[in-house]
Nanobody, 124 residues
Framework: QVQVSESGGGLVQAGGSLRLSCAAS????????MGWFRQTPGKARETVAV?????????YYSDSVKGRFTISRDIAEQQVYLQLTSLKPEDTARYYCAASVGYGHDGDYEYHYWGQGTQVTVSS
C-alpha cells in the first residue's frame, strides 16, 4: 500500500499563490504517477495535474490551470508539489493528492490511494 498526505492549503486573495505538498510513504517503489485533483460540493472531481513518477517526469495539466499551476516531484524525498499561481476564485476547492500504481482498462493511470485533501479558498 501507499499512503499519501497533503498539506499547504489555505485562504488567499485572487492573484495570489500557494504551494501544496503531498508526502508519499509505504510501497512507493510501485508508484507509476502522482496526481492532484480538486472537487467542490455538487461538482465532479477534476484532474488538475499529473506527473509521471518513474521515468521522465512527464506532466499533464487540465486546460483550466495550464500556465498557472506547476506540478513537480522530489523522488528522494517522496514528495509531490503543486505550485498554484495567479489564483482565481474559481480555483476554490478541496485539493486531493493521489497515487497510481498501475493502469486502468482504458490505459490511463488508475489511482488507488488518496489523501484526505486540503482546502484552498480564493477570495475575490
Amino acid at each position: 500500500q501507499v499512503q499519501v498526505s497533503e498539506s499547504g492549503g489555505g485562504l488567499v486573495q485572487a492573484g495570489g499563490s500557494l504551494r501544496l505538498s503531498c508526502a508519499a510513504s509505504g510501497r512507493t517503489l510501485s508508484l507509476e504517477a502522482m496526481g492532484w485533483f480538486r472537487q467542490t460540493p455538487g461538482k465532479a472531481r477534476e484532474t488538475v495535474a499529473v506527473i509521471n513518477w518513474k521515468s521522465d517526469g512527464r506532466t499533464y495539466y487540465s486546460d483550466s490551470v495550464k500556465g498557472r499551476f506547476t506540478i513537480s516531484r522530489d523522488i528522494a524525498e517522496q514528495q509531490v508539489y503543486l505550485q498554484l499561481t495567479s489564483l482565481k476564485p474559481e480555483d476554490t476547492a478541496r485539493y486531493y493528492c493521489a497515487a497510481s500504481v498501475g493502469y486502468g482498462h482504458d490505459g490511463d493511470y488508475e489511482y488507488h490511494y488518496w489523501g484526505q485533501g486540503t482546502q484552498v479558498t480564493v477570495s475575490s
